[in-house]
């Protein structure tokens, strides 16, 4: 027996963009201990859907290759989360790039599964690179005095971002923005607070063609995407992390553009189409993979 994956990575183009997305790994999600809603309804979507109580679930990041700037969207885990994730760095090489080609680094929020990546052993693991955040999540998570103040379970989430993210600052390598913000050409952040104080979406666009890299917006596709009145206890802010789920859902279902989530089944990109009065359906992008 191998017991051994392929690297993951799928590539696909965005009008003139490559994108490259990465699989940081996998890791099992207490889903009937952390999606908050109605119970008995998320037991039966699960079962709907032969999934069990943990769930298998992906983490994805997105590689942009503009042409002129190569970007990537969330960092993956590194050593923070055990042996089934800190895969990124890998399947970047694998996939034909190596981490100091690296431009920019957009972080959807400073959750330890999307920043830990950033740092190997104690130096960048990007060396050349540029991270990026919105202020809100900066100003939340690299404050000593909310670490202090948040519960003991929580303290854990801030002395993750603290680590992973000094190197950079330290090098005058961490730029923060304010909201709905032109990064570069090609490539806008959008906010989609709730989950975070700060939780972004990453707009790429080209030649008419458009993905939405959305981050934390679903993790339990099986659950959220029929009911989008659940959260997980992960949120932040439930009740505004909620009405994101709404406006966003409605806005893709519209519009028709490509989705892709850091939590969706890899690699992670598909389209949210309407399913009924305030249901929605996520369909995964038919590719050879």
Request: contains cysteine; glycine residues 10%.
């Amino acid at each position: 027996m191998v017991k051994s994956e392929a690297p993951g990575f799928h590539r696909l183009m965005i009008g003139d963009c490559e994108v490259t997305v990465l699989s940081d790994g996998h890791l099992p999600l207490a889903a009937m201990k952390l999606l908050q809603g109605d119970s008995s309804q998320i037991a039966e979507a699960l079962k709907r859907n032969f999934l069990g109580e943990q769930v298998e679930t992906s983490h994805n990041s997105f590689l942009v290759n503009t042409g002129t700037k190569l970007v990537l969207i969330d960092a993956g885990a590194g050593t923070l989360l055990g042996p089934h994730t800190g895969q990124l760095l890998n399947n970047l090489r694998a996939a034909g790039y190596r981490p100091e080609q690296v431009d920019e680094i957009y972080l959807t929020h400073m959750h330890a599964d999307h920043i830990g990546g950033l740092i190997a052993g104690d130096q960048r693991a990007f060396p050349n690179a540029i991270v990026r955040a919105d202020k809100r999540d900066t100003d939340y998570w690299l404050n000593e005095e909310n670490m202090r103040a948040a519960p003991t379970e929580a303290k854990r989430f801030f002395q993750a971002a603290m680590v992973s993210v000094s190197p950079y600052m330290r090098a005058g390598q961490l730029k923060t923005f304010d909201g709905i913000t032109d990064l570069i050409p090609g490539v806008r952040a959008q906010p989609a607070y709730g989950h975070t104080p700060g939780h972004t979406m990453y707009v790429v666009e080209s030649k008419g063609e458009k993905l939405l890299a959305w981050g934390d917006i679903v993790h339990v596709a099986a659950v959220q995407f029929a009911d989008p009145t659940v959260t997980i206890g992960y949120d932040v802010d439930s009740a505004e992390a909620k009405q994101e789920h709404w406006r966003i859902f409605e806005d893709a279902a519209k519009n028709g553009y490509l989705i892709g989530g850091a939590h969706l089944p890899f690699p992670g990109l598909g389209h949210v189409r309407s399913n009924g009065d305030k249901a929605y359906a996520f369909v995964p992008l038919n590719s050879l993979l």
